[in-house]
Nanobody
């Protein structure tokens, strides 16, 4: 079992930045791929970014590429999502996920956090 707790969400103006954190406990953090997903009101959950076990290989949704950066600190059992140049369309609940497969779909992740709200005002 892996427990995930996100933090760092909030209200920010368009063009601003936020850093989300996700602390993991339970199974060895470094054995899991980590991902960030988001769900806006009335929309399905969508992939944002993912990092392989070492953190050296990362993937991004086209909508956030060059604005968001995923990183992980295996020594602190924490994965981060650095979000820059935020847009109102980035408003969503952001979820952290962990799994042995990882990737850009839900199926690669067995464990999910409760989510943290990010609201970007225009």
């Amino acid at each position: 079992q892996v427990q995930l707790v996100e933090s760092g969400g909030g209200l920010v103006q368009a063009g601003g930045s936020l850093r989300l954190s996700c602390v993991a406990s339970g199974r060895t953090f470094s054995s899991n791929a980590m991902g960030w997903f988001r769900q806006a009101p009335g929309k399905e959950r969508e992939f944002v970014a993912a990092a392989r076990r070492s953190g050296r290989i990362t993937y991004y949704a086209n909508s956030v590429k060059d604005r968001f950066t995923i990183s992980r600190d295996n020594g602190k059992d924490t994965v981060y999502l650095h979000m820059n140049s935020l847009k109102p369309e980035d408003t969503a609940v952001y979820y952290c996920a962990a799994g042995s497969t990882g990737g850009s779909t839900d199926y690669g992740y067995a464990y999910w956090g409760q989510g943290t709200q990010v609201t970007v005002s225009s």
